[in-house]
């Protein structure tokens, strides 16, 4: 989904559709926003789940 998020701001700013690329940006965000919350969720459980120690750092 990042590559659609940055290729929609690539064609809007092509275009001059300064408000397409300013949402394409907003998805963009979102979208690594979502993807590093999900990755600290599973480490966490795994953590949790697997590991049951403190981590080293």
Same mark, same amino acid.
């Given at each position: 989904m990042i590559i659609e998020a940055v290729a929609m701001i690539g064609? /809007? @700013? *092509?275009?001059?559709?300064? /408000? @397409? *690329?300013?949402?394409?940006?907003?998805?963009?965000?979102?979208?690594v926003l979502l993807i590093v919350v999900g990755g600290v969720l599973v480490v966490m459980f795994k953590q949790i789940a697997f590991h049951r120690r403190a981590p080293m750092v």
């Open positions: 064609m /809007a @700013l *092509a275009a001059g559709e300064a /408000a @397409l *690329a300013y949402e394409g940006v907003e998805r963009l965000g979102l979208d």
